[in-house]
Antibody, heavy 118, light 108 residues
């Protein structure tokens, strides 16, 4: 069965960066885009960007241009999301999600809480 | 930018009642790229409906989606206590590529 397992919670100071991983299993890794979606405490869902595991190409929401990086390692079936120059408003649960038919998110990781605090 | 507006913000109903949740897009959505998700407290979202009206694997048949263009609806025909959750709609194709509505909280 499809599984997405994310790395554990992180605490960072403002201005630092954080890198979160998402390990995929149960399907052909290179066949589906993987996305990152975040959710601030008590708030809704916000799409951040996607990566193509086959070629490594990325597409980011304009809001995150210049502050976001996504990479993948096909040998370990893992994608990584890194946010730079963290601010307090980046405190959120970050989810990876696998795309499926008609551009929706059929499978989700368990979420990774990133706390930005001085 | 395509904005999705969900209504009502909160819906309070009793078990066995019918729930109707609305999602309105600021522009017509191409090819009905509209999905619905359920998020229970402390959990990741779960896909319920895609392509505006197709149930995802495992979605009970009391959940149904309808609509096209700019107006979409998620209907839960007979509420059960475990349906307590926040429900989000999501679109593909605008700018940014993917956006979510602000959510409807369903209280049972």
């Amino acid at each position: 069965q499809v599984q997405l397992v994310q790395s554990g919670a992180e605490v960072r100071k403002p201005g630092a960066s954080v890198k979160v991983s998402c390990k995929a299993s149960g399907y052909t890794f290179t066949n589906y885009y993987l996305h990152w979606v975040r959710q601030a405490p008590g708030q809704g869902l916000e799409w951040m960007g996607l990566i193509s595991p086959s070629g490594g190409s990325t597409s980011f929401a304009q809001k995150f241009q210049g502050r976001l990086s996504m990479t993948r390692d096909t040998s370990t079936r893992t994608v990584y999301m890194e946010v730079f120059n963290l601010r307090s408003e980046d405190t959120a649960v970050y989810y990876c999600a696998r795309e499926q038919l008609l551009n929706c998110f059929g499978f989700w990781g368990q979420g990774t809480l990133v706390t930005v605090s001085s | 930018e395509i904005v999705l507006t969900q209504s009502p913000g909160t819906l309070s109903l009793s078990p066995g009642e019918r729930a109707t949740l609305s999602c309105r897009a600021s522009q017509s959505l191409p090819s009905n790229y509209l999905a619905w998700y359920q998020q229970k407290p402390g959990q990741a979202p779960r896909l319920l409906i895609y392509g505006a009206s197709s149930r995802a694997t495992g979605t009970p048949d009391r959940f149904s989606g309808s609509g096209s263009g700019t107006d979409f609806t998620l209907t839960i025909s007979r509420l059960e206590p475990e349906d307590l959750a926040v429900y989000y709609c999501q679109q593909y194709g605008g700018s940014p590529l993917y956006t979510f509505g602000q959510g409807t909280k369903l209280e049972i």
